[in-house]
């Protein structure tokens, strides 16, 4: 689903904890409008938010457009910098869009009109993500041969700013180059709208699909058998350790006994690599309430993570934009992250 849209200075995004109950835009024409749907809740994924903090940059610029030349220009941009990185703190994305804007492409810097450099800073920004998500549906259906069963695991990928990406659009791209044979999502707890919100959006295409709960998943792999499960992760340790949504380790177990490939899919720019093992990500616990919300369970308490970190040692692979990176990690994934070129697609229907 297209989340997000700018267009003369406006910014639209979709209320994403609405979808798909609701298709609710929410229109932000200044920085301080952007800044409150950030911090709002209302944009799920970090990419997006990302995105949006970019052009919530240039909405500033905007705004002080007649200060460009005095020093009271890049105070404005400053303060707009701060107020965005508070309403995501510890945004990962966030933080490398700001960097980027902050550090624009060099031919853009001879644009004495410094308006002018930072929209199309934002542009650009915006459109790397783009290509990025386009590159990781290439490399990912680039494994699959005629006859191809899948079983996605994921929390993610359903909003994009342009492009399906992630999982789903590993998916929706092997069904349109006629490579896949099955499609099978398994539903995320305890939300339990993960999966079936990808669904819908393969259903828009007419691309079809499967949908079982994540408690089934073994029993699935082990009746039917799949020739890869995906799942979209968080973040990648140097080590190859997956920071992914709840429910990505049991999974990757299940392959592991089955001896069915298990793929994580994720952006190259989310390798960390000062993270030297998974254990940096800790354990933090997600909402209690979320599990007991709206049961008839009396005074019991709830858990659960607030995400998984999946062993290094169950992932066959991460699928990324710049490539595949498979064992030993240590040394595949700084090759790719340190050395390994942004790809650029020309043509995005090949």
């Given at each position: 689903m297209i989340s997000l849209q700018w267009q003369d200075g406006v910014l639209s995004l979709l209320d994403q904890a609405a979808y798909p109950q609701q298709e609710h835009w929410i229109t932000c024409s200044t920085l301080e409008e952007t800044v409150q749907a950030l911090s709002s809740g209302a944009v799920l994924e970090e990419k997006i938010a990302a995105v949006a903090g970019a052009y919530g940059y240039c909405q500033a610029a905007i705004a002080a457009q007649d200060l460009q030349q005095t020093p009271q220009f890049q105070e404005k941009l400053d303060e707009a910098k701060a107020k965005l990185l508070a309403s995501r703190p510890?945004?990962?994305?966030?933080?490398?869009?700001?960097?980027?804007?902050?550090?624009?492409?060099?031919?853009?810097?001879?644009?004495?009109?410094?308006?002018?450099?930072?929209?199309?800073?934002?542009?650009?920004?915006?459109r790397q993500q783009v290509v990025a998500d386009r590159n990781i549906c290439r490399n990912g259906t680039d494994m699959?041969?005629?006859?191809?069963?899948?079983?996605?695991?994921?929390?993610?990928?359903?909003?994009?700013?342009?492009?399906?990406?992630?999982?789903?659009?590993?998916?929706?791209?092997?069904?349109?180059?006629?490579?896949?044979?099955?499609?099978?999502?398994?539903?995320?707890?305890?939300?339990?709208?993960?999966?079936?919100?990808?669904?819908?959006?393969?259903?828009?295409?007419?691309?079809?699909?499967?949908?079982?709960?994540?408690?089934?998943a073994a029993t699935f792999l082990a009746r039917q058998g799949a020739h890869m499960v995906l799942t979209d992760g968080i973040l990648a340790?140097?080590?190859?350790?997956?920071?992914?949504?709840?429910?990505?380790?049991?999974?990757?177990?299940a392959c592991y006994f089955h001896s069915i490939p298990f793929y994580a899919v994720l952006n190259a720019d989310d390798?960390?690599?000062?993270?030297?093992?998974?254990?940096v990500f800790g354990q933090d616990e997600g909402d209690s309430a979320a599990v007991t919300a709206g049961l008839a369970c009396?005074?019991?308490?709830?858990?659960?993570?607030?995400?998984?970190?999946?062993?290094?040692?169950?992932?066959?692979?991460?699928?990324?934009?710049?490539?595949?990176?498979?064992?030993?990690y240590e040394e595949t994934l700084e090759e790719l992250v340190k050395h390994a070129p942004r790809k650029t697609i020309i043509n995005f229907d090949a």
């Open positions: 510890n945004s990962r994305d966030l933080a490398a869009a700001m960097h980027f804007m902050e550090n624009p492409p060099e031919a853009y810097t001879k644009n004495v009109d410094r308006l002018t450099t930072l929209l199309a800073t934002a542009v650009t920004y915006d699959m041969g005629e006859g191809t069963r899948i079983l996605i695991r994921t929390d993610r990928g359903a909003f994009h700013s342009a492009s399906p990406c992630g999982a789903l659009g590993i998916a929706r791209r092997g069904w349109k180059r006629e490579v896949l044979e099955q499609i099978t999502l398994c539903e995320g707890r305890p939300a339990l709208t993960a999966a079936t919100l990808l669904a819908q959006e393969l259903s828009k295409e007419n691309v079809p699909c499967t949908l079982i709960p994540d408690h089934a340790a140097k080590n190859g350790d997956l920071k992914a949504p709840v429910g990505t380790y049991e999974l990757a177990i390798v960390d690599l000062e993270a030297e093992s998974g254990a009396g005074d019991a308490k709830g858990w659960t993570p607030a995400y998984d970190v999946v062993p290094a040692f169950l992932i066959t692979g991460m699928v990324t934009d710049r490539g595949i990176a498979c064992a030993p």
